[in-house]
């Protein structure tokens, strides 16, 4: 019987930790575990410095009532703390305090920081002569001096020639043999390549010159700017922009939760006047954008609709009929383009990009607008803001409105990090109800697509305000409502509040409203529909386990084998290669995310082990063997386990590798 808290693995698979290491060591003999003392004091230590130090904690030591003490709350000190001297202890106060879910001092190396002699781009491209730095060039030109130093390749097939017949990355690619002809000549399948010509498999890419508008803020923002005049009028009833045109009578803040940093709300409402010049001189970008041409200043393709030149109201625009359908939640990190692909494959219905700073994406930062693109796969897709004021906000709803093509637009609400929420974004809106009303009708009052928000149930743990909130939300002009059930000083402890979910779709209704919240198994989506939400959105359940969207469709739980959860990673590293790039840089960024999301699918436990069904997310795993070799490593909360798993996809990592997960095991508690 497993102890509360623990996930139920039949007795005949449980092992111990030094077991379950010795068998991973001996590559899945068991016999070779019979070394000396001396060696398996070895593997254990090397097995201590590779998991993170919360990890090994958490999965070590069991408390009374099954939970693990974790990381330390502030203040508190871990049992072989207590035993140090005095002076031990005061030399690490900041390694033992908090990291509140997220390995914030872990090393980090960029992936071009692991080719030293790197190849011009020019070169690569075929244009050697129009060397974009010109003299100043760093860059190598001589491609048999590159090829000299370039690491070995990782394969015999490129899976960009195989599958548009052409590789861009020429002789940079790590898997150059399969298309270098004579010459260090790049190879081209003339065949594929045509089947392929002049279709666009990624939408929502930033243009050179859209990014130089950004930068020399010669962007034109006509609704927004209209909009945000209107704050600056001052009301009969109020100060100077005191409210959002049209508010309720109720528009006190929600104060029963610490505001975010004092003088927050104090912050004037930022009304932009409209840059001098003509409006019109500001091009607006088409979803694909192309070069400019004078002319008119709209571009356009095809005949001119009245929907292109009539404004929609409010109740003309697209609705969003998303009832009943699966949603993989935005993920920080994890929920990139090629994992998408993943679950879009496995089920999901409704896809939605990472969460994008909206300061960030009005000054043209490419690394950010990379957050946004959307794979043509992607058939019902949104993408999230977060932000803190109305005219940034509302700015970069304009902005996305004229040159993306989605099918909504998100709010965070919900997101908890410090980062975030001490500048009053996140979480911290759901404390200042006067910026989050600005935001809303600002955001609304310029998208043409519907606008949706994500929220949590409150600041404080026992102080849920959410049920407060909706019906603002609501009456602000939001489609739609995501509530995750736990507040931010949860994160994600303990379970989510259902009961509390349910009655918030009641409040909210007839406005749609989609639950969230440990949905790990068809149950656990069918109890959620139970409530009475329109719909769930799945958030770690599709990072543990991303054949979930199956499972809930097909009704069943799915005892998935090793070879096909690898054939699952090998997929993603394909679609990694296709979408960053098979060139060192493109390989290492592959590995990357390859690694952060292997510290969620080592939480899956196969259905064939389990005790009994369904497996909880909020259930700690234990130390198993699995039925094979395969299995068990991928079962591993060794960092240094995940990096084999990758080097058995993307081959050797470079020297000086180093790994550490951006998120924390915080939910065993």
């Known amino acids: 019987m497993a102890a509360a808290g623990v996930a139920p693995v039949r007795e005949r698979f449980i092992a111990s930790r030094e077991r379950f290491h010795a068998y991973l060591k001996a590559n899945g003999e068991l016999g070779g575990q019979g070394g000396d003392k001396e060696e398996e004091e070895e ?135 399969a298309h270098l002809g004579d010459g260090h000549q790049n190879v081209v399948n003339t065949e594929l390549a045509k089947q392929w010509e002049g279709k666009s498999l990624v939408r929502n890419s930033l243009s050179k010159d859209l990014q130089h508008q950004l930068r020399k803020k010669k962007f034109t923002f006509k609704k927004a700017d209209e909009y945000l005049r209107s704050l600056a009028k001052p009301h009969h009833n109020d100060r100077w922009g005191g409210k959002a045109p049209g508010h309720s009578a109720e528009g006190e803040e929600v104060s029963n939760s610490t505001t975010p940093e004092d003088g927050l709300e104090e912050t004037s409402e930022c009304p932009v006047l409209p840059e001098g010049g003509d409006p019109k001189a ?75 700073v909206c300061t960030n994406l009005l000054q043209g930062q490419s690394s950010e607008w990379a957050l946004l693109k959307r794979h043509h796969t992607e058939d019902i897709f949104g993408v999230q803001l977060e932000g803190a004021f109305p005219d940034t906000m509302t700015k970069c ?31 911290a809106l759901m404390t200042r109800s006067n910026k989050f009303e600005q935001i809303v009708r600002g955001m609304n009052s310029v998208l043409d697509v519907p606008l949706t928000v994500k929220i949590r149930t409150g600041v404080q743990e026992k102080m849920n305000v959410a049920h407060k909130i909706i019906p603002k939300i609501r009456e602000w002009g939001a489609s739609m409502v995501t509530l995750h059930g736990r507040s931010r000083e949860q994160r994600y402890t303990r379970v989510a509040d259902w009961d509390y979910i349910a009655e918030c779709a009641k409040i909210a209704s007839p406005m749609p409203l989609f639950g969230n919240g440990d949905i790990l198994s068809y149950e656990d989506a069918n109890q959620a529909m139970q409530t009475g939400v329109s719909g769930i959105m799945i958030a770690r359940g599709a990072l543990i386990k991303p054949w979930l969207f199956t499972e809930i469709k097909e009704q069943r739980h799915w005892d998935i084998s090793s070879s096909e959860r690898f054939d699952i990673l090998r997929d993603f590293t394909n679609y990694g290669l296709e979408h960053w790039g098979s060139d ?86």
């Not at 919360?54 to 030591?61: E, F, H, Q, S, Y």
């Not at 070069?291 to 356009?300: L, Q, V």
């Not at 003309?316 to 949603?327: A, C, D, N, T």
């Not at 709010?411 to 009053?424: A, E, H, Q, W």
């Open 43 to 177: 593997e254990e230590a090397s097995s201590e410095q590779s998991e993170p130090p919360a990890k090994r904690g958490r999965l070590d030591v069991q408390g009374q009532d099954g939970e693990s003490p974790g990381e330390p709350e502030d203040g508190e000190k871990e049992p072989e703390d207590r035993e140090k001297e005095p002076e031990d202890r005061e030399k690490e106060p900041v390694e033992r305090k908090r990291a509140r879910g997220q390995n914030k001092s872990r090393p980090c190396m960029k992936p071009n920081h692991y080719e030293k002699s790197r190849l011009c781009p020019s070169v690569t491209q075929g244009c050697e002569e129009k060397c974009y730095f010109g003299p100043r060039c760093r860059f190598l030109h001589d491609v048999g001096e590159y090829m000299a130093a370039k690491p070995p390749d990782l394969g015999h097939s490129c899976v960009l020639f195989e599958t548009f017949g052409k590789c861009p990355y020429g002789v940079t690619c790590r898997f150059a043999k």
């Open 282 to 356: 500001a091009l607006v970008q088409s979803p694909h954008p192309t070069e400019s041409e004078g002319g008119c200043p709209t571009k356009t393709a095809g005949t001119v609709t009245d929907e292109d030149i009539v404004k929609l109201r409010s109740c003309e625009k697209k609705k969003l009929e998303i009832q009943g359908k699966l949603y993989l939640a935005p993920l920080t990190t994890c929920g990139n383009l090629p994992f998408r692909r993943i679950c879009k494959r496995f089920g999901a219905d409704v896809t939605c990009g990472e969460m994008a």
């Open 397 to 427: 709803a304009e902005l996305l409105n004229q040159t993306i093509d989605v099918d909504f637009v998100d709010i965070n609400v919900g997101c908890p990090i410090d980062l975030v929420y001490k500048k009053g974004g996140g979480c």
């Open 584 to 669: 060192t840089q493109g390989v290492e960024k592959t590995r990357k995310f390859l690694l952060e999301w292997l510290s969620f699918l080592c939480r899956y436990i196969p259905v064939g082990l389990l005790e009994h069904l369904p497996q909880k997310i909020n259930e700690r795993p234990p130390y198993y063997i699995g039925r094979d070799y395969l299995e068990t490593l991928m079962a591993s909360q060794n960092v240094d386990d995940w990096i084999k798993i990758s080097e058995l996809l993307l081959g050797p990592v470079p020297t000086n590798f180093t790994f550490l997960p951006k998120h924390k095991a915080n939910s065993y508690r």
